[in-house]
Nanobody
Framework: QEQLVESGGGLVQAGGSLRLSCASSGVAFSRYTMGWFRQTPGEERAFVAGITWSNTSTDYAESVKGRFTISRDNTKKMMYLQMKGLKAEDTAVYYC??????????????????????WGQGTQVTVST
């Protein structure tokens, strides 16, 4: 069974750091671009960061550029999101997701949630001020 499981969320003070992890099982992980999304109550799920299957390209939402870093380890079938300089507006449930298409363009990270077909259950990140 294909599955993604996020971990690493929690409560942190503004300016602090967290590292989210996404573990995959039953997934041909190295074939797929992966992404991080976040969602707050009443809002649409929004793109945060993504990394291509080839590990050659990354993309970030403007609001997190310079503060968040995405990475992956294809041998461990893991993806990570290092978050620094956290702000109250980063508070959300964070999800990892798999692109629908295997071996997609290795230079492009797709950013629409509709382009991802496998999702984790989410991990809560709360930033206090």
């Amino acid at each position: 069974q294909e599955q993604l499981v996020e971990s690493g969320g929690g409560l942190v003070q503004a300016g602090g750091s967290l590292r989210l992890s996404c573990a995959s099982s039953g997934v041909a992980f190295s074939r797929y671009t992966m992404g991080w999304f976040r969602q707050t109550p009443g809002e649409e799920r929004a793109f945060v960061a993504g990394i291509t299957w080839s590990n050659t390209s990354t993309d970030y939402a403007e609001s997190v550029k310079g503060r968040f870093t995405i990475s992956r380890d294809n041998t461990k079938k893991m993806m990570y999101l290092q978050m620094k300089g956290l702000k109250a507006e980063d508070t959300a449930v964070y999800y990892c997701a798999r692109d629908r298409i295997a071996f997609s363009n290795p230079s492009v990270v797709r950013t629409s949630p509709s382009q991802y077909d496998l999702w984790g259950q989410g991990t809560q990140v709360t930033v206090s001020t």
